[in-house]
């Protein structure tokens, strides 16, 4: 039994967190009506279009991306670049195998980024630097585009509201216990907490969401933003180049990319706890950005559900709150009953977060063999 003086505070705790829960959840409702949707039938794209592809050792992989590319219909004009980044596993052969000779394909040779680059942004920017197409469309090697994806895409940037920098989510593939209980966390954290409507029209730095895996760019909105350059070593280049684009008067925001665009990121369970350690230590900007934010997500996502174990019906409701948002998001990602497990999803979160510090402060970070 609990100290008597301590039930008070622990309810207190337990109610507030379910508040806040229910009140993440009812913004989700917004933000997914809200959300810009891509047209199922987009008209075709008449300027040129470049498709860039920054490649490090994806041969395992790569070959459906390139295939989806060759596959995009409405772009009357469209380039496709691929920069070979140092690979050692004969990546550039698997491209060329896949273009079968098809003359849009090109496969650039890249440099090793310079001291104080990261190996992502350094071969963004060479792809940008030899694209002749006004909108820059990358897509990573692990992501297989439906064949309308670009075309309608650009439709979103073009159209009647239009943006200098857009993202459309993709559809996150997950395999194994981490990856079910970790992947889904992506599109459920931003449509939880940013007010997309509202993030498009700020320009402050912390109202920028952004996703690499499929980002459409105007190549001169990146110009005055300063190139990839400008965000040459941050771990997280894809936020980072909002940010910049955001800086110099530019519009930044997300669309639903789901029925355009499949990712599968890491195939176990170790690669994903690799590729989450990373970056993730970035993504709260200090460490006492992280520990409130894994203090917040403890109190709102974790307390209710452990209070609901023990008999409490206000700890129910917000854990109710909780796996109705994830299944909210269920279209960019995880089952729905992978949802009942959403407090464990945050705790296996938060150990990554931990690891990642942990990796951060004792200098052992890296990444597809090079130190971060």
Same mark, same amino acid.
């Given at each position: 039994?609990?100290?008597?003086?301590?039930?008070?505070?622990?309810?207190?705790?337990?109610?507030?967190?379910?508040?806040?829960?229910?009140?993440?959840?009812?913004?989700?409702?917004?933000?997914?009506?809200?959300?810009?949707?891509?047209?199922?039938?987009?008209?075709?794209?008449?300027?040129?279009?470049?498709?860039?592809?920054?490649?490090?050792?994806?041969?395992?992989?790569?070959?459906?991306?390139?295939?989806?590319?060759?596959?995009?219909?409405?772009?009357?004009?469209?380039?496709?670049?691929?920069?070979?980044?140092?690979?050692?596993?004969?990546?550039?052969?698997?491209?060329?195998?896949?273009?079968?000779?098809?003359?849009?394909?090109?496969?650039?040779?890249?440099?090793?980024?310079?001291?104080?680059?990261?190996?992502?942004?350094?071969?963004?920017?060479?792809?940008?630097?030899?694209?002749?197409?006004?909108?820059?469309?990358?897509?990573?090697?692990?992501?297989?585009?439906?064949?309308?994806?670009?075309?309608?895409?650009?439709?979103?940037?073009?159209?009647?509201?239009?943006?200098?920098?857009?993202?459309?989510?993709?559809?996150?593939?997950?395999?194994?216990?981490?990856?079910?209980?970790?992947?889904?966390?992506?599109?459920?954290?931003?449509?939880?907490?940013?007010?997309?409507?509202?993030?498009?029209?700020?320009?402050?730095?912390?109202?920028?969401?952004?996703?690499?895996?499929?980002?459409?760019?105007?190549?001169?909105?990146?110009?005055?933003?300063?190139?990839?350059?400008?965000?040459?070593?941050?771990?997280?280049?894809?936020?980072?180049?909002?940010?910049?684009?955001?800086?110099?008067?530019?519009?930044?925001?997300?669309?639903?990319?789901?029925?355009?665009?499949?990712?599968?990121?890491?195939?176990? !369970? @170790?690669? *994903?706890?690799?590729?989450?350690?990373?970056?993730? +230590?970035? =993504?709260?900007?200090? #460490?006492?950005?992280? $520990? &409130?934010?894994?203090?917040?997500?403890?109190?709102?996502?974790?307390?209710?559900?452990?209070?609901?174990?023990?008999?409490?019906?206000?700890?129910?409701?917000?854990?109710?709150?909780?796996?109705? !948002? @994830?299944? *909210?998001?269920?279209?960019?990602?995880?089952?729905? +009953?992978? =949802?009942?497990?959403? #407090?464990?999803?945050? $705790? &296996?979160?938060?150990?990554?977060?931990?690891?990642?510090?942990?990796?951060?402060?004792?200098?052992?970070?890296?990444?597809?063999?090079?130190?971060?």
């Amino acid at each position: 039994m609990p100290d008597a003086r301590l039930i008070k505070p622990l309810r207190a705790l337990v109610a507030t967190g379910s508040a806040l829960a229910c009140a993440g959840t009812a913004h989700q409702l917004v933000n997914v009506r809200l959300l810009r949707r891509p047209p199922a039938d987009p008209p075709p794209v008449t300027a040129t279009v470049s498709l860039l592809v920054p490649a490090r050792d994806e041969a395992h992989r790569i070959a459906p991306t390139i295939a989806s590319l060759l596959a995009q219909r409405g772009l009357d004009d469209a380039e496709i670049l691929v920069l070979d980044d140092g690979s050692t596993d004969g990546t550039a052969d698997v491209v060329r195998a896949a273009a079968g000779g098809d003359p849009r394909v090109r496969i650039l040779t890249g440099s090793a980024p310079p001291d104080g680059a990261l190996g992502k942004p350094h071969a963004c920017a060479q792809l940008a630097a030899a694209a002749r197409g006004r909108t820059l469309v990358y897509v990573d090697a692990d992501v297989v585009l439906a064949p309308h994806a670009v075309a309608a895409a650009v439709a979103v940037l073009r159209g009647p509201r239009p943006l200098d920098l857009l993202c459309p989510w993709p559809r996150q593939v997950a395999d194994g216990v981490l990856g079910r209980l970790v992947q889904p966390l992506l599109a459920w954290s931003w449509s939880t907490t940013l007010p997309v409507r509202l993030a498009e029209r700020s320009a402050r730095p912390s109202m920028a969401a952004a996703n690499g895996q499929f980002l459409l760019v105007d190549a001169g909105a990146l110009g005055r933003a300063g190139g990839w350059h400008s965000v040459s070593g941050a771990v997280l280049d894809d936020i980072g180049l909002a940010r910049a684009v955001r800086a110099v008067g530019g519009r930044t925001g997300l669309a639903d990319g789901s029925a355009l665009a499949t990712c599968r990121m890491y195939a176990t !369970g @170790r690669e *994903l706890s690799a590729g989450y350690r990373k970056s993730l +230590w970035a =993504a709260f900007g200090s #460490p006492a950005g992280a $520990v &409130a934010v894994a203090t917040a997500l403890t109190v709102v996502y974790v307390v209710p559900a452990a209070a609901a174990v023990t008999g409490s019906r206000v700890g129910l409701l917000g854990y109710g709150a909780a796996v109705a !948002g @994830r299944v *909210l998001t269920r279209r960019w990602g995880g089952r729905p +009953w992978d =949802a009942l497990a959403h #407090p464990l999803s945050v $705790v &296996a979160l938060l150990g990554l977060l931990a690891s990642s510090w942990v990796g951060r402060v004792r200098g052992t970070l890296r990444w597809k063999g090079r130190t971060l």
